[in-house]
């Protein structure tokens, strides 16, 4: 059993509860009700559940990963050997640079 990831599918559920219950009478229903147009409206709709069901998806997986078998294994995979990136300074110098 892993955890961290266990960890995470909680903390994952606690935002889609939080999101559906609480965010739907806070933000949801005041920011829909100021949309003048229809096609908006349900724009916003979709987004915001799209979002919701993206929550309970990611503690739904991190759950099921975290007790399974292979949950030691999964947590590994995520940590990849990826190329260090420059410096921001030099960065910065190179875009900041006056003609």
């Given amino acids: ?3 961290w990831m266990l960890t995470g599918a909680a903390m994952a ?3 889609a509860v939080g999101h559906a219950i609480v965010g739907g009478d806070r933000f949801y229903r005041p920011i829909r009700s100021a949309l003048p147009d229809e096609v908006l409206a349900g724009l916003f709709a979709g987004m915001w559940h ?3 069901v993206h929550f309970v998806l990611s503690a739904i997986l ?3 990963l975290s ?3 292979f949950s ?3 947590a590994a995979s995520s940590q990849l ?3 260090v990136m420059p410096p921001f300074t030099s960065l910065y110098r190179c875009v900041s ?3």
Avoid: K, Y
Wanted: aromatic share 8%; with cysteine; net charge neutral.
């Fill in 62 to 64: 991190l759950g099921a």
């Fill in 67 to 69: 007790i399974g078998r």
């Fill in 97 to 99: 640079a006056a003609p």
């Fill in 81 to 83: 050997n990826l190329p």
């Fill in 50 to 52: 799209l979002i919701t």
């Fill in 72 to 74: 030691n294994e999964a």
């Fill in 1 to 3: 059993m892993n955890w």
């Fill in 13 to 15: 559920m606690f935002c």
